[in-house]
């Protein structure tokens, strides 16, 4: 384990962590910046796979890397990453319980409910209970994460051979 691959997860994570408190203590939790603040915070993990693996290669190694170390090392930071992003996630939800509830109560997931075909046959009513009981913490983390692991795996491999040095 690289305590440089640590210490990047970590500050990546506390930007993301304080971006993410930013608008939720806003009461920005359902706007679309909420949902671009995601979109951003996923994509902002590349740079810092990127800085990782040239930081390691450059100090650690001598400039030299193989594509395996390279791969390691971005799969390390991503790792740290994913997993005190889903802690935050799982406090996150199991705090805002209530607001979800509010907000499946409330008039804007009711146009929506309105646009929805299934929503009228069930009736708005049951589809409003059956989005609150299936409100998980767990699920609701795990499906943040799913899309930082889809973008920051790819990203370890890339980088991995693009950045890979031999001593020749």
């Not at 509830?101 to 997931?109: I, L, M, R, V």
């Amino acid at each position: 384990m690289s305590k440089k691959a640590l210490l990047l997860a970590v500050i990546y994570s506390a930007l993301v962590i304080a971006l993410k408190l930013f608008i939720w203590q806003g009461g920005h939790t359902f706007d679309m910046a909420y949902r671009w603040a995601h979109s951003f915070s996923v994509l902002a993990i590349v740079p810092f796979i990127i800085f990782g693996i040239k930081w390691i290669r450059d100090t650690d190694r001598g400039g030299f890397v193989g594509g395996k170390q390279a791969g390691r090392i971005g799969l390390q930071i991503a790792m740290f990453s994913i997993i005190f992003l889903f802690i935050y996630n799982y406090i996150e939800f199991k705090n805002s319980m209530e607001l979800y509830k509010a907000y499946y109560h409330g008039p804007e997931f009711f146009s929506v409910l309105e646009k929805d075909p299934q929503a009228k046959k069930i009736g708005y009513d049951k589809a409003i209970e059956m989005m609150i009981s299936e409100l998980s913490p767990f699920k609701a983390s795990t499906m943040k994460m799913f899309s930082l692991v889809v973008i920051s795996f790819p990203c370890a491999f890339l980088c991995a051979v693009f950045m890979k040095k031999s001593q020749a």
